[in-house]
């Protein structure tokens, strides 16, 4: 056995696929209401508490459930969970209703999410985005964005999620869609390890054969709580200034890592010619096009020049 990121890998070795069943696990904090529709979908899950993301599935011996009339009630109570037994598969859904999305935005914290998911180690990141638009709430604030409507925003931060973090964009009409495409999913899962079994380049976590939940459980814990300031001022950055955008963001934290760092640097500069020879400079180390004369401009004059005109 060799030790991974998270759990341990067996290189070559690989489990048969009969015997496994696919649970989908469910998000404490998932309305009620979901229950009954995965019920009538016949999904096989189990609610608990999730440190990051709102479902994900595991397959677990199915020999372990053999005391539960799963015909009668796909619901497996948390307690009847084999969770030492259950590996953990390479599929996890950041659910959004079109409110909540809207929320994040404007909020900031659909970016720090998609930071936390993105250390997770799971390969295929779901951003399901549930309802239509002409439900949304919140105002569109001008600092938000420069779409003229919410749809165009939503379509735009899917778009990005995938291009940029590698998310697959997924829109539901509503939450029986969402129940839907969970069984869908669950189906497709136990398609693969029934024709592939379970081993290295299966439908398990890519970065950790036999990942177990409880393992995947702590690592998220700690991404919950542990979000770098290195993380923060990347989003910080391609944020707040038009055009700077991820990977340029990204260029300058791995040369200037912290905010403090930043802020000396750029205080260092006398005018925004040599802010462009830093920028350019943190663009060359991470191999990544420079960004536009006025971001760099508008960067100068956020953290240290004069006013933008």
Not at 47 to 53: A, F, M, N, Q, V
Not at 131 to 140: I, K, N, R
Request: charged share 25%; hydrophobic share 40%.
């Amino acid at each position: 056995w060799r030790r991974s990121s998270i759990g341990e890998r067996r290189e070559g070795a690989r489990l048969p696929g009969a015997g496994w069943m696919v649970v989908l696990l469910l998000d404490t904090a998932e309305p009620a209401s979901m229950t009954a529709l995965l019920k009538k979908e016949r999904v096989h899950f189990s609610r608990r508490r999730l440190e990051i993301g709102d479902y994900a599935w595991v397959a677990v011996p199915a020999a372990h459930l053999h005391t539960l009339d799963l015909s009668v009630d796909s619901e497996i109570p948390e307690h009847n969970l084999p969770h030492d037994e259950a590996l953990v598969l390479d599929y996890v859904v950041e659910r959004k209703d079109v409110n909540d999305l809207a929320s994040s935005i404007v909020g900031k914290r659909y970016d720090s999410q998609k930071a936390r998911l993105l250390q997770t180690g799971i390969q295929t990141r779901i951003f399901l985005i549930e309802g239509s638009t002409s439900e949304v709430t919140v105002p569109l604030s001008a600092h938000v964005a420069t779409a003229a409507t919410w749809e165009d925003r939503m379509r735009s931060a899917s778009i990005e999620s995938h291009v940029h973090d590698g998310f697959l964009p997924v829109r539901t009409v509503g939450r029986t869609g969402t129940a839907v495409f969970l069984r869908q999913v669950s189906e497709h899962l136990a398609s693969k390890i029934a024709k592939d079994g379970l081993g290295c380049n299966s439908v398990l976590m890519s970065e950790g054969c036999m990942v177990r939940l409880p393992q995947l459980q702590e690592h998220m814990l700690h991404l919950k709580h542990d979000i770098s300031a290195s993380d923060l001022l990347r989003v910080m950055l391609s944020r707040a200034i038009a055009g700077l955008g991820p990977r340029v963001s990204e260029a300058i934290v791995a040369s200037y890592p912290t905010l403090p760092d930043l802020l000396d640097a750029l205080d260092r500069c006398s005018s925004s010619s040599q802010c462009e020879t830093l920028v350019r400079e943190a663009c060359r180390k991470a191999v990544c096009h420079m960004p536009p004369a006025k971001t760099v401009q508008l960067l100068w004059s956020l953290f240290d020049g004069p006013d933008p005109p």
